[in-house]
């Protein structure tokens, strides 16, 4: 068997962002004194006249972009998720959201797997801070060939983006020859009839090993992967609900605000089951390596795997 290719999704975006530039000439990049980390430094790097680095100061950052989608630009506006969602929030919904401006956030080192930079930089609120934004699309793609097909699809949609993108290297399992990303739309990677295993980010790899243990023991575990959390593939959802009669929700986010609420608040109108939420609890992240922190917070496959287990007996 062939080795498994890792890759974070912050150096697919720098990458997109670069290797699209020349196809759309209104593409502009901004970054806030971070562009080696959020990997923008790809793009200055080849396109030094359409970067713009306004320094460590996000929500400025924001309103400059702001001003160059009012000018017929497409800007990407980048900085990690703690700083992107947190600290100008009030400029991307008053300045971004309320005149519905066509910029799109790169929102990078987002959750727990920013390991040890700990809990201050942690972001596990920002996609519950971007859903109550209206008129936000909000994306957080699961691998590289996902991530950059996200970038094009954001370049092409007319609206206020927020992008999700990861500091850890995740598996590569989307074939980028049959992939195709479609705003909105969820994809059924597993089929299974006795639970949905509904996942996003760089949980839908985790997703996919539990169904396998699950296949072992016997239960059929369904794996959807959602991309766009808003708007949310509420068809596919609901028809899930209905199928299996039960739905466990996995993300590196706050089990509050994020994809667990979305899905939740939608089975409750087209087709009530239960929902089992797996993400961080109502706490704060701390310091370790990634892949520690990942395991300790119960975002693997080991533990999705007891989750839905008990997520059955409530059938």
């Known amino acids: 068997m062939a080795d498994i290719i890792k890759k974070a999704t912050r150096e697919s975006y720098g990458e997109s962002l670069r290797d699209l530039a020349e196809k759309y000439e209104n593409l502009v990049v901004l970054d806030a004194d971070l562009a080696a980390a959020t990997k923008t430094g790809i793009f200055k790097k080849a396109y030094p006249d359409r970067f713009f680095d306004c320094g460590i100061a996000e929500a400025n950052m924001m309103g400059v972009a702001a001003g160059l989608a009012a000018t017929g630009k497409i800007p990407f506006a980048s900085t990690f998720a703690m700083f992107a969602a947190g600290r100008a929030y009030e400029i991307v919904r008053n300045s971004i959201g309320y005149p519905h401006l066509n910029v799109k956030i790169g929102a990078t080192h987002a959750g727990i797997s920013v390991g040890e930079d700990g809990a201050t930089h942690q972001c596990n609120e920002d996609i519950a801070l971007m859903r109550t934004i209206p008129g936000m699309t909000i994306i957080n793609p699961a691998d590289d060939v996902e991530a950059r097909q996200a970038v094009e699809s954001a370049i092409n949609y007319v609206g206020p983006v927020y992008m999700r993108f990861g500091r850890l290297a995740v598996p590569v399992f989307n074939d980028k020859n049959n992939y195709k990303f479609e705003l909105g739309k969820g994809v059924v990677l597993r089929e299974g009839t006795d639970v949905t295993i509904i996942a996003t980010g760089l949980m839908v790899y985790e997703a996919l090993e539990a169904s396998k243990t699950l296949a072992d023991e016997g239960i059929s575990a369904r794996v959807v992967n959602i991309h766009t959390i ?64 990942l395991k300790k917070f119960g975002l693997c496959a080991e533990n999705i795997v007891a989750k839905t287990r008990n997520a059955l007996k409530l059938k």
Do not use: M
């Open 230 to 293: 808003k708007p949310l593939d509420t068809e596919l959802v609901c028809k899930c609900a209905c199928d299996t009669g039960v739905i466990v929700t996995v993300e590196e986010h706050s089990i509050i605000g994020g994809l667990g609420s979305a899905v939740a608040e939608a089975v409750t109108g087209c087709c009530p089951v239960p929902v089992v939420r797996i993400g961080v609890n109502d706490e704060y992240g701390c310091s370790g390596p990634a892949v520690d922190l």
